[in-house]
């Protein structure tokens, strides 16, 4: 699936404040490493059906393990083996015994003491290791059982065995230490980074696993079809507190939807959470719903937050234009498409407005290989727009009881014609206030 960051952005896939994004909110990792391949996976949305089933197969049955999820692994053990290959040492004596050992530890004394302190650590990683590969052992699915396959490769050497039935690693002799060392540096340097990979890549997937089963995440149907669709029940914004899902589909018969309400209605907050689903479900995720049908999708573009750009002088209305210049140029490769406007040409007067809105309307709308969420305080457009079968027109209520504002954030079929602003004007105290300026 193709995305920039811009929708990356918009959807808060990513963000500054890292609180605040979807990849915090999914984040359960353990290290510092695990983290960042979780950040990875974030990044790289799947192209095909069978990558998509592969990753919720995974995610799947790390759901059903995580419970038994137990290892002795932790940060501070990667980085203490990061460091034991990164820093050099005195050669190690090929064949230690009692004799070399004493006098390697007498002469190199900083070096023996980070060895010591190293192959400490090694033992518990390989000891973990061994636990996650007997945890794998009887769960399903491809990637697992690669992982698993691999892990047992790796850890076939003869002195590995030795050091798994190390029971006390306080008790090793200086000469045991040593051996160790000398076997970990040059026979199984190798083996131990490949190792750690795969230990970053089960920290990152166990993080999802855990993200799903904590937030009761559903996996997508996902199937790959000419033109593109989505049927999605009860789904809703997985950053929110407390959420209000909303149901809707869109096809090929019906790839627009025309959405209005009053600010604050819930307009922004269901375009972006139609993009975190679709997102999530094309990276192999469960999706905060209860049900949903997806197609595969090519790419996937936002229209949300505009900036101009003072520096090159150029306006947010001009900016808005590019922006859907790029989308359109994009979008007519043939391609499955999503795209998510949040109101359109904001940076122009009402009458521009409403005469840009209506043309790029009526020009999007054709194009079935790609599906629409527009919204939109224009109302005014949409008589225009209504004699067209593939557009559908959705608001969000808004109700007035003693000049407060009461909002259902429900998603329902019509069009909205609130005016609010003067009210949430003169509720905020704006009204008042600028009545006693002098």
């Not at 051996?179 to 990979?197: G, M, V, Y």
């Not at 719903?289 to 996937?300: D, E, R, T, V, Y």
């Not at 210049?325 to 043939?334: A, V």
């Not at 043309?359 to 919204?375: E, H, Y």
Request: proline share 2%; aromatic share 10%; glycine share 4%.
């Amino acid at each position: 699936m193709q995305i920039d960051k811009t929708t990356l952005s918009d959807l808060s896939i990513f963000n500054t404040d890292e609180s605040l994004s979807v990849f915090h909110f999914l984040n359960h990792t353990t290290t510092i490493r695990g983290k960042k391949y979780l950040h990875h996976i974030l990044s790289s949305p799947l192209t095909t059906i069978d990558a998509i089933r592969d990753t919720q197969n995974t995610i799947q049955q790390l759901q059903l393990l995580q419970p038994r999820w137990k290892h002795s692994i932790t940060n501070g053990t990667l980085m203490v083996l990061e460091k034991f290959y990164e820093t050099a040492v005195n050669d190690y004596p090929e064949h230690a015994n009692n004799i070399n050992s004493f006098l390697y530890k007498l002469f190199s004394k900083a070096d023996f003491s980070l060895t010591k302190y190293s192959v400490t650590h090694c033992i518990t990683f390989i000891k973990g290791m061994k636990q996650i590969q007997a945890l794998l052992q009887n769960v399903s699915g491809k990637k697992i059982q690669y992982w698993n396959e691999k892990i047992h490769l790796l850890l076939n050497k003869s002195l590995v065995q030795e050091i798994l039935q190390t029971e006390n690693v306080k008790e090793l002799s200086n000469a045991t230490i040593l051996q160790f060392a000398l076997f970990l540096q040059k026979s199984f340097r190798h083996n131990i980074h490949e190792l750690i990979d795969i230990f970053i890549q089960l920290d990152a997937y166990i993080s999802l696993a855990t993200a799903c089963t904590k937030n009761n995440f559903v996996f997508p149907e996902i199937k790959e079809t000419p033109q593109p669709f989505i049927e999605v029940e009860a789904l809703y914004h997985p950053l929110l507190e407390a959420p209000v899902s909303s149901s809707f589909h869109l096809n090929h018969q019906q790839n627009f939807l025309f959405l209005t309400g009053a600010n604050m209605a819930g307009k922004s907050t269901f375009i972006k959470a139609v993009g975190i689903g679709t997102y999530l479900a094309q990276l192999g995720m469960g999706v905060p719903a209860k049900k949903m049908n997806i197609s595969l999708f090519n790419g996937l573009l936002s229209n949300i937050q505009i900036a101009d750009n003072i520096i090159k002088g150029e306006s947010y209305f001009f900016n808005e234009v590019q922006r859907i210049k790029n989308t359109i140029e994009q979008i007519s490769d043939g391609k499955n498409w999503l795209i998510l406007i949040d109101e359109l040409f904001k940076g122009t007067n009402v009458q521009d407005a409403m005469k840009c809105s209506t043309i790029v309307i009526d020009g999007l709308r054709k194009m079935n290989n790609a599906l629409f969420i527009l919204s939109t305080h224009l109302y005014e457009i949409a008589d225009d727009l209504q004699k067209h079968n593939n557009i559908q027109f959705k608001y969000f209520e808004t109700a007035i009881k003693d000049e407060q504002l009461i909002f259902s954030y429900q998603l329902k079929d019509g069009i909205s014609n609130d005016r609010l602003g003067y009210l949430i004007l003169k509720k905020e105290g704006v009204v008042n206030m600028l009545d006693k300026l002098q």
